[in-house]
């Protein structure tokens, strides 16, 4: 049931707070993830595989597992995989993440890599799915069951799951000390809070907002900030149905900016890794563009001369780049669904799409 709300979206947008605790609490003890950090440490290469939304929590670890273990991960879209499969073999590791673990081209992409030797460690929602089956070792979200066709809470679920693991990782290559390990799992232990907060901080904008987007935007990120630009275009073009495409900022300038005219939307994911976002603000801007900054309040951005930039100031995240996805993210979920609900299309089941894809 609903619960009272008008809509499962929206129902599990706000139960996002209650997901991720339960995703921490559930795999921060959990010895799993101690077995996947030394599979990851000891492998050749590491290749995330992954479809939608679960491709960008993919995104999100390759950005923090670099940071914190100095591990490069591949990210591949699922459906990809085939065409580099060649380059695979025995000693490498595959994560396939899926919320649902039933997605047929993470399926396929994995009996691929098993053909070619690689090792699979699944990260799902759901125990006993057909990507759990299929794995030698298994991380489980606690997202609870997701009815809405937009993935949202297990989003958030995955990327706090793929936090702890990039932690766990750091740690174990000894790029991290325990101290900072620990002050950094201490951080993520807010995040229910942190979630709960921006969830309020989102919602008025995001109606705001919803009023006045139509036609086309942009969302531009660098670093962490450009797999939450990719999450949130994702988001507003299944639910709202509005074209919005993500770019990493720095390639803006390298084709897409030719678009921007005056009044067109561009909104501008700032994280702690990135601050040179503010140069592409300021440059989009210049072009007459209606740029709006998404940012932790406490997130200092050189942005000064610039009245037409409008800040969006989200709770403050102290620097802790983990705790940034979770400030960022809601925004966009919310701005679809009130885009989608002002004008009258169903968030629930938006249209040409199925929860779970099962075929090729
Ligand atoms: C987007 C969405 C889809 C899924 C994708 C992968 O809101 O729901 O893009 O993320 O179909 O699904 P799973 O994670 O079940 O493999």
Known sequence: SKGGYPHFMIKEIYEQPQAVRDTYEGNVEDPALGRVSSAILSANKVIV????????????????LARRAGILAHTIISSELPYLVDSIDGGDLVIAVS???????TLEAVRKAKERGAAVVGVTNVLGSALDRESQLRLYTRAGPEIGVAATKTFLSQVMLLELLSIRAGEASGRLRPSEANELLRALREVPQVLANTLEASDPVATALSKGLSGSAYILGRGLGAAIAREGALKVKEIAYVHAEAYPAGESKHGPIALVERGFPV????????REVAGNAVEMAARGARVYVVKPADLGLELEGRESITRIDMPPSSGVLELEPFILTPLFQLLSYRVAVSRGYNPDKPRNLAKTVTVE
């Open 99 to 105: 919320q649902s673990g039933e997605t047929y081209d």
């Open 267 to 274: 909104f501008i994911v700032a994280t702690s890794d990135a």
């Open 49 to 64: 595989v992954a479809a939608g939304t679960s491709y960008h929590a993919g995104l999100v670890f390759s950005s923090l």
